[in-house]
């Protein structure tokens, strides 16, 4: 299937490695010019010149904080008017919520939901001026069910799926589409930590724990990023521009219900 966004330009926040890369290969992929970003120099080099190889996209690279007004400034200098815009950043760590004082809660809610909105504010009227934009927000599978140790997590997400819920509707009429990938367990340098940190409390070693863990999903395996970044493409695709503010969860089956 061509996709039909040939051409365009994609900015890709955090996308030096795991999920966020995985979406901009993909687009890289449909012949889209990325910009890619993350905080350490030597990744976003390796992995711009890894999608040039692949690909012969353009691709830009911007070492920046996404969560900083001077990050966010040096990606939209960058490509000041993207056609996609793919939000994403670090995710908040696990803890017990009496633990967390007002930074800890604001540094959350500042990465996970602040940043995205000011990124889509920043591009979103070009692309409605210009009658196309694709804006995919990753989110975690907490926003549908919370985890118990990740409550930064379940709370700053939610905010965001609550905003976007209502602005994809309101720029709907403009070929602007806004959605949401909320992902599973998928195996990156992320799962890896968190992995290598049970293992240490439980005596278990780290393959064991990658082991429990596939074991829990339907599908028996973790996913992979590049299964990831294909759906993003899609949701990025000239073809998605029925789907309005949905919230697609990919996690091999692992949360259960009806409809
Ligand atoms: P990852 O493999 O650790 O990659 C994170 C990427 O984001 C790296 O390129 C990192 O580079 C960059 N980054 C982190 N903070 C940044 C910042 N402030 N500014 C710019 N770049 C930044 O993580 P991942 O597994 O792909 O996860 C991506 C997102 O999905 C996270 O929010 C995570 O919580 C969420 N998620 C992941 C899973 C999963 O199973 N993997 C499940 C649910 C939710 P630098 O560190 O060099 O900046």
New binding site residues.
């Given amino acids: 299937m061509d996709l039909g966004i040939s051409g365009r330009t994609a900015i890709v ?9 995985a979406c901009a290969l993909a687009l890289a992929q449909e012949g889209v010019n990325v910009v890619i ?4 120099a030597a ?1 976003v080099s390796r992995t711009a010149e890894e999608i040039r190889d692949l690909t012969g996209v353009s691709v830009t690279e911007v070492v ?4 900083t007004p001077a ?1 966010r400034a040096a990606l939209l200098t960058a490509a000041p008017t993207p056609d996609i815009l793919v939000n ?4 908040p760590g696990p803890g017990d919520f009496r633990d967390w004082d007002e930074a800890v809660w604001q540094d959350a809610i500042n ?2 939901m602040i940043t995205p909105i000011l990124l889509i504010k920043a591009t979103i009227d070009g692309m409605i001026a210009r009658r196309f934009g694709r804006i995919v927000n ?1 989110t ?3 926003v549908k069910t919370p985890l118990p140790a990740l409550g930064l ?1 379940n709370g700053a997400r939610a905010g965001l799926t609550g905003f976007v819920a209502g602005l994809s509707r309101q720029v709907a009429a403009h070929n602007v589409v806004i959605n949401n990938l909320l ?4 195996e ?4 890896r930590t968190s992995a290598a940190r049970e293992a240490g409390k439980s005596g278990l070693s780290l393959d064991q724990i990658m082991a429990k863990r596939a074991a829990e999903i339907p599908v028996g395996r973790l ?1 992979q ?1 590049d299964e990831f970044g294909k759906a993003c493409a899609f949701l990025c695709s000239s073809h998605a521009e029925f789907i309005i503010g949905q919230n697609l969860l990919l996690d091999g089956g692992g949360f259960a219900s009806t409809i």
């Fill in positions: 926040c955090a996308s030096s490695k795991g999920l966020g890369r970003n993350a905080r350490t990744d920046a904080d996404i969560t990050g994403n950043a670090g995710g990465a996970n990753i975690s599978r907490s997590s992902p599973g367990p998928f990156t340098d992320r799962i996913g990023p």
